[in-house]
């Protein structure tokens, strides 16, 4: 993958990337700039490693050492997804995964004449690359900034800007993401990251799930009580009307 000032970097400036855990898929991710893209797509719902290592998978079983935008676009959806389900599966949900990355490289191939790289080669500012990735299949604001951050941190690929654009995860020193994994020691911080986020998601819907089912608040009982309407006085009946007015007028002279 071709670099700009870049940062860690092995021989030729490719750069030594220990994101799958394993040396030959991760040299496959340093050197393609389609099967880290890749890589970032199928990056849900799955181990990290397991999703990073999906690229170098899928170009063996291909019989290749590298992926193809337009192999993979022109091939038949059928063929293309038993690639995925054969066992071992290349994703929790290979079915819907081999489609997204199909949809992926015939977008590639319709704007960027199938070169991945070109997505990011002459973007001119961070937030010009962010739009581009953002547009790509599969890719929404999230995984837009974090494949960002990625570029950045660890291929040298830094617009001006591109910080700013990659949102929390370009921070320097942050543990959020892929993009800041260079070992086993910080994967283990990321991953402890995660799983932070998510208990902290799943408390926040507990709380708000609660509030909207709790019971009314009871009454205080320490708080005056609101004042008695006065009674009202009943109407006589009418018979007894009748003989009162009877009784209290005077008797005629016979």
């Excluded at 021989?11 to 394993?22: F, K, S, W």
């Excluded at 959806?77 to 997204?100: D, Q």
């Excluded at 990625?150 to 993009?179: C, D, I, M, N, T």
């Excluded at 932070?196 to 009314?216: F, G, H, N, S, W």
Aim: charge should be positive.
């Amino acid at each position: 993958m071709t670099t700009s000032s870049a940062g860690a970097s092995g021989e030729n400036g490719v750069p030594t990337l220990r994101i799958a855990q394993q040396p030959e898929a991760d040299e496959l991710l340093a050197r393609s700039p389609l099967a880290a893209l890749v890589g970032m797509l199928l990056d849900q719902q799955v181990p990290m490693e397991w999703a990073f290592s999906g690229p170098h998978a899928l170009a063996r079983r291909m019989g290749s050492d590298d992926l193809d935008a337009r192999e993979i676009a022109g091939c038949s959806p059928e063929a293309f997804t038993a690639l995925f389900t054969g066992r071992p599966a290349l994703h929790r949900y290979p079915g819907s995964m081999a489609k997204r990355v199909q949809q992926l490289c015939q977008y590639l191939v319709a704007e960027y004449d199938g070169e991945a790289g070109a997505v990011w080669a002459d973007a001119a500012t961070g937030a010009e690359l962010l739009a581009r990735l953002k547009a790509l299949p599969g890719f929404g604001t999230q995984k837009a900034q974090i494949f960002l951050a990625l570029l950045g941190k660890q291929f040298g690929v830094r617009p001006p800007g591109w910080r700013e654009a990659a949102g929390a995860y370009g921070e320097q020193g942050a543990h959020r993401s892929v993009a800041d994994i260079t070992g086993p020691e910080s994967l283990a911080e990321v991953r402890a990251f995660k799983q932070r986020a998510k208990a902290e998601a799943r408390a926040v819907k507990t709380a708000t799930k609660a509030t909207q089912t709790a019971p009314p608040a009871p009454e205080d009982p320490a708080a005056p009580a609101a004042p008695a309407a006065p009674a009202r006085k009943a109407a006589p009946a009418a018979g007894k009307t009748a003989r009162a007015s009877h009784s209290a007028s005077p008797r005629t002279a016979r």
